[in-house]
């Protein structure tokens, strides 16, 4: 395979990640808390806390997530426009 090849598919993996995020923010916006934490979003997506939160940061640098902490725990969600 060549470089190319595994830069698309990085490339795919990582858009797939982001819009599952922003689908289960999505869904979550109907129910209270009306978000998720990064535990809850890695559950949710089946991948690990880390993926998550270095995709919620690229998310959070775009303006389309916020996250406000309750206890010990940041929620994230969908920003309103």
Request: glycine share 2%.
């Amino acid at each position: 395979m060549s470089k190319l090849e595994c830069s698309l598919i990085h490339m795919s993996i990582r858009n797939e990640v982001l819009n599952d995020i922003l689908e289960e923010l999505s869904k979550a916006r109907s129910k209270p808390p009306c978000g998720l934490t990064i535990t809850q979003l890695a559950k949710k997506i089946g991948v690990s806390r880390t993926v998550v939160r270095m995709h919620l940061v690229a998310l959070e640098t775009k303006n389309l997530v916020e996250s406000v902490k309750i206890q010990n725990a940041l929620v994230f969600y969908i920003k309103a426009k």
